[in-house]
């Protein structure tokens, strides 16, 4: 391989860890301030927002409506769908370039990501007998509303299943909108490295470890390290089995649905954007800001 072709490649897999960076700080911090929004509209004095986590207290609403035991806890996971359907929608309509086309996907996937896999996970997270009284996940929170209801819980966890698998659908048919040659192995797994792979380890490890200053790290150390990395690595599982699918383990598509390659030239201004939202994660979101 040329020294061209070297930097070319380098740059492109870079490109894209930037903006998997960049897409995670358009879908966590999404999530969390819609809990404190919707919490405030309850009536609820605001505590907490962080990157990970939002925190009030005392809400005036009649939260035992089955409006409020719904919203209250459970707005976040919805908002991420709607924004992940607004997103593939941008994504199916729009002819994207080779910048803002992975960062749409990226961001399309992680939103409906963490929105599926709310419902997914807190299935299991569920505590019919939570102690010290307090449930993990926004959903168990839900499901604790309405005592646990097994109908309830089991719905939740089949649209959940179907929501998780329908990522993995969006990530294989849509990375092909990068790549020239679909019978192209070398390429398939070039371009779905850059896309998929490196943005979910790199954002697996540098969010792992950037959240340990945040309040649910420092209030419960134990908790954290179950959360984190099931929110961080099962959370965004997507990313990983769209690399196997594309490089590895289904059949490439007949049709030729090419736009762009992802961007493969060297883009400073991009690196320093992701760089500082990195900084101003670790230094001031993480941590949170309090009211």
Known sequence: MSDTKKSSRTFMIINCIALGIIAMNLTAPVHEATHLITQMLAGAKPEVLAFGCAGTVDPTADISTVFWKVMYS????????????VLLIVLKKFRLGPISRPLVLMTTMMHYSMGFG??????????????????QGDW????ENFDGNLA?????????CIGILFVFFIAYRQAFHFISDNNDKKERN???????????????VVFTLVELRGPVAQDNINSFLIISPIINIFGMIGFFWGYMFVAHMVKPRK?????????????????????ALLAFDALFLCPGFYF
Do not use: H
């Open 140 to 143: 168990a929170k839900v499901f």
């Open 152 to 160: 309830l819980r089991i719905t939740m966890l089949i649209i959940g």
């Open 74 to 85: 459970g707005s976040a996971a919805l908002m991420n769908i709607v924004i992940g359907t």
């Open 255 to 275: 049709q030729n649905v090419y736009y762009f390659s992802p961007c493969v030239e060297k883009k400073i201004v991009l690196w320093i954007v992701a760089a």
């Open 190 to 204: 070039r371009v779905a490295l850059a896309i998929y792979l490196f943005p979910y380890l790199v954002n697996a």
């Open 118 to 135: 709310y419902f997914l996970r807190d299935f299991f997270l569920y505590d019919p007998n939570p102690d010290p009284d307090i449930q």
